[in-house]
């Protein structure tokens, strides 16, 4: 079984484009497939696009009636796919402006079967790119992703920022049990919830792998949400509680003490 996650805030446009090409994955990928979107308080039409798509499979909507902002809708939807799955299931989060191909996804797919926990979609594996990305918008990604991979360093990681990530449900249970509400903490700071997962991931001792990726910039119909401030500022505050002496996350003995029971498979 898949799960596949959508935030969507304002995507009338790109949700028609983007949900025949998950359905077309799913009777590829020959498994059971739910999609669950996350209407964020959208202003436009997507909740009138979603209630009139003809789905062929299993779609599920929440729905916040106030925009929420991406960390607090993550929350929601990866808290339902650990409701919907079993431990051996698959979940992919993906951004619904049609910039993510969902044909990476068998690729994806076939990683984690491999015996990873984590596969990420990535820029900058050989093979990966981005087209249609402005060269001021790769500059600050470039930067950002340095800056991440510097202070959180994951073996096998280079793609930080990319929320195009397939994941296998049961570690996505485990740190719900293990982190609680904390497990997106950082939820009013942007886009910093992308980042905040897999360092939450690696202290409970996840396998991570990358796949090459080509991010489809030059088919983005909706205009971009991302806050560079709010979600730099996300980054730094993160680092400092990371990093902080007195009880960071780095130290904090209750995350210690689930890295060690991670560890020792229990
Ligand atoms: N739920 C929710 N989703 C958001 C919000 N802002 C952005 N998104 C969604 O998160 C994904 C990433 O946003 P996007 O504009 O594509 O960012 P970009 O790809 O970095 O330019 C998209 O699927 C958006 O619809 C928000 O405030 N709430
Ligand atoms: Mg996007």
Redesign the pocket.
């Known amino acids: 079984m898949i799960v596949v996650l959508?935030?969507?805030?304002?995507?009338e446009e790109s949700l028609p484009v983007l949900l025949p090409k998950i359905e077309q994955f799913f009777a590829e990928a020959g498994e059971g497939g739910i999609i669950v979107v996350?209407?964020?308080?959208s202003t436009d039409g997507t909740a009138d696009v979603l209630k009139a798509y003809p789905a062929r499979v299993r779609l599920e909507v929440i729905t916040?009636r106030i925009?929420?902002?991406?960390g607090?809708?993550s929350r929601d939807l990866f808290e339902r796919a650990s409701e919907l799955l079993e431990d051996k299931d698959v979940i992919i989060r993906?951004?619904?402006?049609d910039?993510h191909d969902p044909s990476f996804m068998h690729l994806m797919k076939k990683k984690l079967d491999e015996g990873h926990d984590v596969v990420i979609a990535s820029r900058f594996q050989e093979g990966g790119g981005q087209r249609g990305v402005s060269a001021y918008r790769a500059l600050v990604s470039r930067s950002a992703n340095l800056f991440m991979k510097i202070l959180f360093p994951i073996s096998g990681v280079r793609e930080y920022s990319c929320?195009f990530r397939a994941y296998r449900a049961g570690v996505i249970r485990r740190a719900i049990r293990v982190f609680g509400n904390d497990f997106i903490q950082l939820k009013g700071l942007g886009?910093t919830c992308t980042l905040e997962k897999l360092v939450k991931l690696r202290i409970l001792g996840a396998r991570f792998a990358e796949i090459p990726f080509v991010l489809r910039?030059d088919r983005?119909l909706?205009?971009?949400?991302?806050v560079s401030s709010v979600t730099t500022l996300g980054y730094l505050t993160m680092a400092v509680l990371h990093y902080w002496p007195w009880g960071g996350w780095r130290t904090n003995p209750r995350f210690l003490k689930a890295a060690r029971e991670a560890r020792a498979g229990s």
């Open positions: 959508l935030p969507a805030y304002n995507e996350c209407n964020d308080g916040h925009n929420r902002g991406l607090e809708t993906m951004d619904c402006d910039t929320g886009f910039y983005k909706s205009v971009s949400k991302m």
